[in-house]
């Protein structure tokens, strides 16, 4: 269940599943690294933005700086909604499946 937090934004823990070590692929970088699925608002025309990342400050500040074309005409952003998870493919999988709903009721709702 979401959590409200003083900035206004909810988050909320999702459950991660038990983690592998770290292949090559990955490496060491990755390992520890906590991810997020989240939500961040357009301050101009309310639309929604979906992504994940593992820095939520920075993510926000590159959106409004507009390094993501796809979020550059929404600028000014501000985070709305962030759950953790225990991996970035948690995070991914997650991120899809807001995606997949289609519906900013079921945005709102969440949020």
Request: charged share 25%; net charge positive; with cysteine.
């Amino acid at each position: 269940m979401p959590i409200p937090m003083s900035d206004g934004w909810r988050y909320r823990e999702v459950p991660s599943a038990p983690q592998k070590s770290p292949s090559k692929a990955t490496g060491f970088a990755l390992m520890g690294q906590i991810w997020f699925a989240y939500i961040i608002q357009s301050q101009t025309d309310a639309s929604y933005y979906v992504g994940h990342t593992h820095d939520l400050e920075l993510r926000v500040l590159h959106h409004n700086d507009g390094w993501t074309i796809s979020s550059k005409a929404g600028r000014p952003w501000r985070l709305v909604y962030a759950e953790m998870c225990g991996s970035k493919g948690e995070a991914m999988k997650r991120e899809k499946h807001i995606k997949r709903m289609k519906s900013k009721v079921f945005i709102e709702r969440l949020i």
